[in-house]
Structure formats: C-alpha cells, structure tokens
C-alpha cells in the first residue's frame, strides 16, 4: 500500500446506517477488506472511455472509509479518539489518540473557517509530500473545522509543561518514543 491510500480520501453521509460516498473515481478503502471499490465491484455501470458521467456514482463501504460530514460525525470522532494534551504551535494543537490504543496518536487542529468544499477535502485528503504533514481526515461542525494530522514532533519539555496530568499508558508512549 503506498502513501496515497494509507488514509481514507472520500466524502459521504450516512444513509440508513450503511456509509456511501460520491466518487468518479476508484477509492481504495481501509478496513479489513482492503480491496478496490469501483463501479464494476459494486455492481454499478461504469462510465465509458472518454465519457464524462452524467451524475456521479454512489458507492458504499464501511464508515472508516468515510470523511465525516455534519454535527454528528464530529461527536463520533471524539467517540473513538481521547484528547490528552494541549500544545501551543501557532495555534491551538490538541494531541488525541485512538481510545485503548496509544500507538495511534493524532494532531487536531480547530480552523475557524467557514464550511470547506467536498472537492476542497478531497483534493486536500490526496495531497502528499514527504515534507508537509500528512492531513488523515477533515471533520466540519458548523464554523468550526477539524483537521486531523500526523503528530510532529514535540519536545518531552512540551509535553512535561501541558496542564493535562498524563496518565500511564500515555507516560509509557512517550518513554516508548524517546
């Protein structure tokens, strides 16, 4: 698996507790499955060579392959990630990590902007370089937007220095990395 499909780059709501997305494109899913959705997979008839589609197609996979949209999605990412620390890089960074996992540690920046684009996260989503931070996943609540980020590093004397008492498993992560 390369570096462009580590993390999910679609778009979608929930529709009758399936996830679907809306693609041109073929998507490859994260999961257990990890297997190529495309038209044909799916049972969809796939535009022709050439061809603009006239509508796009909707697709379904699983929800972690699925860039959260509206107020619901945003309570479902704190639902499985736990903030831990609060850092001051420019800006209001706040590290979380997946709930029981420590080796899943995540960057939360809040953007107070108004609502980005679909196209704009997606193009975002796919857009990698080994010398910028890795975007993961984009969650949009009202004004408020939550990019989600590889971890840069941070000096242990930043990590010492954050309000948030930090309990043993995230105390044996961080010995873990230094």
């Not at 997979?41 to 006239?54: L, V």
């Not at 609540?141 to 010492?160: G, K, N």
Request: one cysteine or more; a negative charge; glycine letters at 6%.
């Amino acid at each position: 698996m390369n570096r462009h499909t580590q993390w999910p780059i679609t778009t979608g709501l929930p529709t009758g507790g399936v996830e679907s997305f809306i693609s041109t494109q073929p998507i490859v899913a994260l999961g257990a499955s990890q297997h190529q959705i495309s038209a044909e997979s799916t049972g969809q008839k796939a535009p022709t060579q050439g061809t603009q589609p006239d509508t796009t197609t909707t697709y379904e996979t699983h929800a972690e392959a699925v860039v959260p949209t509206g107020i619901q999605q945003c309570t479902m990412f704190w639902d499985i990630f736990e903030a831990f620390a609060e850092l001051e890089h420019g800006g209001k960074v706040i590290l979380a990590q997946r709930k029981g996992r420590t080796s899943d540690v995540v960057a939360v920046l809040e953007l107070h902007e108004p609502r980005i684009s679909d196209e704009t996260v997606l193009k975002l989503l796919r857009n990698h370089h080994e010398n910028t931070v890795t975007l993961k996943d984009v969650f949009q609540d009202h004004s408020i937007c939550y990019l989600i980020t590889e971890v840069l590093d941070v000096s242990l004397s930043e990590v010492i220095s954050c309000p948030v008492t930090i309990r043993e498993n995230q105390a044996a992560f961080i010995s873990g990395e230094v």
